[in-house]
């Protein structure tokens, strides 16, 4: 028998600017989580590979769209109470609240959850971001980013910028980045972070950071990217308390290279695990 009673809409996160998404439950091999639409919201075409994925809708109306019927096909939600086409086919789709339960389940034998998740990464094109990728109500790890880039990091929705850049790199313009995440709302942290001689007081500032209220979703960067899935890396494993496997394979998803970093991650976060 469950411990407790679980009412969804307890936990469901209805948000103005896009869907909410929250988890209930999390296992190896399963996730149930929930989706909250307000009217005029929708989920972007995404496919979950080696996985199989249960909708229940529990409160509401609205369209689901399915470009076939086996793993690791693209689909996608809508909800916006307006004619939707794709390719030649037009949808209608109702416009009340919609909450939806969501259930992953591992598909491939020996595939986890957490392994599936991190094929999840999306890297799109954003001007004045090099190398981004990004979990889409996670996190976000990046290379060198442009001071007039910052808004946009807003408009995608991210609490606050970690900068690991340190102040002799080439085009590291911390003043004004500081600057211009204060102008439209976002925290900013500075961390300078060595990549050929990385110490712990940067790791230490980094997870004070990332774990301050409020920090995230956060878009962490450095040059290239791969400084900032190295910290992710960290806090996945000493704050998260992921298994090394499954926190290195996000980690690579999301732009992590060095070997020799890697490896600094793992032997800190692991001797400093919350």
Not at 22 to 29: F, K, L
Not at 145 to 170: C, D, H, Q, Y
């Amino acid at each position: 028998m469950h411990p407790a009673v679980i009412k969804p809409a307890e936990h469901a996160e209805w948000r103005p600017d896009k869907m909410g998404k929250s988890t209930i439950y999390q296992s190896p091999h399963v996730l149930v989580g929930l989706n909250a639409f307000e009217p005029g919201q929708s989920h972007s075409l995404h496919a979950h590979a080696g996985m199989d994925k249960v909708y229940q809708a529990i409160e509401g109306e609205g369209v689901f769209l399915l470009e076939g019927m086996t793993t690791g096909r693209p689909h996608r939600h809508y909800h916006d109470g307006s004619l939707l086409e794709i390719g030649s086919k037009g949808e209608y789709a109702m416009g009340s609240r919609v909450l939806i339960t969501t259930g992953l389940i591992a598909a491939v034998v020996g595939l986890s959850v957490g392994s599936a998740l991190a094929q999840q990464v999306t890297k799109p094109e954003v001007s004045g971001i090099r190398n981004l990728a990004r979990l889409e109500t996670t996190v976000a790890c990046a290379g060198a980013t442009a001071v007039e880039a910052v808004p946009e990091i807003k408009k995608m929705g991210f609490a606050s910028i970690i900068n690991l850049r340190e102040a002799s790199e080439a085009g590291a313009e911390l003043e004004r980045e500081e600057a211009a995440a204060k102008a439209v709302g976002i925290r900013y942290f500075h961390v300078p972070f060595n990549g050929g001689s990385p110490n712990t007081k940067a790791a230490d500032q980094f997870l004070a950071a990332i774990t301050s209220p409020g920090a995230e979703p956060a878009f962490i960067h450095c040059s290239g990217g791969n400084r900032a899935a190295t910290m992710w890396l960290i806090k996945r494993i000493a704050v998260d308390r992921w298994d090394v496997e499954r926190a290195t394979q996000e980690a690579i998803a999301l732009g992590q290279t060095s070997a020799a970093l890697r490896q600094f991650a793992i032997d800190y976060a692991l001797a400093h695990r919350r």
